[in-house]
């Protein structure tokens, strides 16, 4: 009797298999992906001949701020100072202004000396709060948490009257900004059990919705790893059909060659073997005669 041929042949299981861990492990890359798209990197600082030297603002306003301390009533005098500064420029004359070249390490050390220098910040907003305040003009101040690259345990905290229409606010949210402001403090605050500090900063901020905000975002996904995805699940699919049928015609089969098999027992047929008994009998009776 033929043995039915096996359902895998050669190497198609190790290929079922192979092409199975490919396509799992793209979509959860594709996934990750989309989950933490990367974002176009700012242009490098160059190095110049002379750098311009930064100059600390001696304001008298300035002369009642405290590093590492909450924010306090004698701070409003600078706090409404750097506001009416921020006011009095455009977004893009106070980015022209700001430094790109001063980073957490300096405010941390040595705040006194960045004291009123505008900074360039690029980073992702965590959170934004909206709150009463008498000290603006409109009536409201804004409040973004902000980390970048090099500060992704120690946000910046980020104060600006004017927010860009449709800008989320909340305590969980993850949107890439950009910010330029006068420095004014370390403010000590409580998180969680702990204190800790963040560097103040007011001035503006900048925001585009993410459908807008450039062609790699809105496309979620480069075209080279979606069609790479796509045909792999596509080469998977295939095979699978393939493996299906091949299935179905395998216990077709099966059934087939069981009904066609000659049911074997033990057991006699009456009938048969009184027909036997008799033609024995028969043959005896010629033989004696």
Not at 75 to 95: C, F, H, I, Q, V
Not at 118 to 125: D, E, V
Not at 249 to 270: G, K, M, N, Y
């Amino acid at each position: 009797m033929d043995r039915p041929a096996p359902f895998f042949q050669g190497s198609e299981l190790p290929r079922l298999l192979i092409l199975a861990v490919l396509m799992v492990a793209g979509w959860v890359l594709a996934g990750r992906y989309l989950l933490n798209r990367p974002q176009p990197a700012e242009p490098p600082v160059r190095v110049a001949e002379r750098p311009e030297p930064v100059v600390a603002d001696r304001s008298v306003a300035f002369e009642t701020v405290t590093d590492r301390t909450p924010m306090s009533f004698r701070e409003n005098a600078a706090y409404a100072l750097l506001l009416d500064r921020a006011r009095g420029k455009t977004p893009s004359e106070l980015a022209a202004i700001s430094r790109r070249d001063i980073v957490l390490t300096h405010l941390w050390e040595h705040p006194e000396l960045y004291r009123g220098v505008p900074i360039h910040l690029l980073g992702s907003a965590l959170r934004v709060l909206r709150y009463e305040s008498k000290l603006s003009k409109t009536g409201w101040l804004y409040e973004a948490w902000i980390i970048t690259p090099e500060t992704s345990r120690v946000p910046y905290a980020c104060v600006f009257e004017d927010a860009p229409k449709g800008l989320p606010i909340g305590t969980n949210i993850s949107e890439r900004v950009v910010f330029n402001g006068y420095f004014l403090k370390i403010l000590k605050y409580a998180a969680a059990d702990v204190d800790r500090g963040a560097p103040v900063l007011v001035g503006r901020i900048g925001w585009e919705p993410r459908e807008v905000a450039s062609p790699a975002e809105h496309d979620g996904i480069s075209p080279t790893l979606r069609w790479t995805l796509i045909a792999l699940a596509a080469m998977f699919f295939v095979s699978l059909a393939r493996w299906i049928i091949q299935l179905r015609r395998f216990v077709a089969r099966s059934d087939r060659s069981a009904s066609t098999q000659t049911i074997r027992t033990d057991e006699l047929d009456p009938v048969a073997l009184d027909e036997w008994v008799q033609a024995v009998a028969h043959e005896d009776e010629a033989t004696s005669s």
